[in-house]
């Protein structure tokens, strides 16, 4: 390596500052009661609530409640081809972490936020609208690690109210 | 909306939730891999991990959220919680113990909403944490 040459991983830094506020597309969900129930089980949850119908009415809640955790899972189950809107752009965060996995860095879930608006309920109908809200840089130990920031909004398709944001920092380590 | 299963008066910073102790298999993660849709090979193919210069399949870090989600929301009851974030600070192996740490920073009032802040973490039993973080839960009013 000559002195000429940018300082290896320039050019993937620079692909990863384009990621910065770019929008990663919309999808709308349907919270379904048999993932809910299987969620809750592989958590080590016992809870009835999120099983038993009449448990959860005992409780004062108007539906079966999901695990604290089960938003990162809603597309996983919910995202119904019939319920998309039309057009509706969808763009994985992948189809830019994979190249730079194939050349050789180590891709890690950092850190997980939720902030919870309103309780979620087995039936509801969210939509879910996905932006890279930061992109940065941080030298440890000689070593740069590049940060991707991905927040995604959930809103109750029929009120338009927000249910819960999920925050995730993704750390792209060369 | 929630349960309500905490009483903000008798709240103190300190208060410590009951502890969740878990033993981590690899039917576990697998289980996880499933249900979350995280098909990452690490997590599942001990032979891929292996390749990879780990030393067996490791744990989600989504998986030590839950666990440890599980505990925070048993303590402030399910509909309560306003916030929970952590930051994934080890793997988890199959064989260790995990346990689970949710104490009680403090309570505010912000109007006529009343919560709790909590200070989280999920541990082995050699007292390496896995995960930390914070949590929030609004306390409905007492009777």
Redesign the interface.
């Known amino acids: 390596m000559t002195a000429q040459r940018p300082p290896e991983g320039a050019a993937d830094k620079l692909e990863l500052e384009s990621l910065r506020g770019r929008s990663v597309g919309q999808s709308t969900i349907v919270i379904e009661r048999g993932p809910v129930e299987a969620f809750a089980a592989a958590v080590f949850d016992e809870n009835p609530l999120y099983r038993d119908p009449a448990a959860a009415s005992a409780a004062g809640l108007p539906g079966i409640p999901v695990p604290a955790t089960f938003p990162l899972a809603f597309e996983t189950w919910g995202r119904r081809d019939e319920l998309q809107p039309e057009g509706a752009e969808r763009f994985a965060l992948n189809e830019f972490l994979d190249p730079l996995v194939a050349r050789g860095a180590l891709v890690l879930h950092g850190e997980q936020g939720f902030d919870y608006h309103a309780p979620v309920f087995v039936g509801q109908v969210l939509d879910g609208r996905s932006t890279i809200v930061d992109v940065y840089s941080r030298e440890s130990k000689g070593r740069r690690m590049d940060f991707v920031v991905l927040e995604t909004a959930w809103r109750d398709r029929t009120t338009a109210e927000p249910v819960v944001t999920t925050r995730m920092t993704v750390i792209v380590r060369f | 909306?929630?349960?309500?299963k905490l009483i903000f008066d008798q709240l103190a910073a300190g208060d410590r939730a009951p502890e969740?102790r878990?033993v981590l298999t690899r039917t576990?993660i697998v289980?996880?891999a499933?249900?979350?849709?995280d098909m990452n090979p690490m997590h599942h193919d001990e032979i891929q991990a292996v390749a990879a210069g780990q030393p067996s399949v490791f744990g989600h870090?989504?998986?030590s959220?839950?666990?440890l989600?599980?505990a925070?929301?048993?303590f402030v009851g399910?509909?309560n919680?306003?916030?929970?974030?952590?930051?994934?600070v080890r793997q988890t192996w199959p064989g260790e113990e995990l346990v689970t740490r949710v104490v009680v920073a403090g309570t505010r009032v912000e109007g006529r909403r009343r919560y709790v802040d909590l200070d989280v973490a999920l541990a082995n039993s050699a007292g390496e944490d896995k995960v930390v973080g914070r949590a929030t839960a609004e306390v409905p009013a007492a009777g």
């Open positions: 909306m929630g349960e309500g969740r878990h576990d289980r996880y499933g249900v979350s849709g870090g989504m998986l959220m839950g666990l989600g599980a925070v929301t048993d399910v509909g919680l306003t916030h929970y974030s952590v930051r994934f």
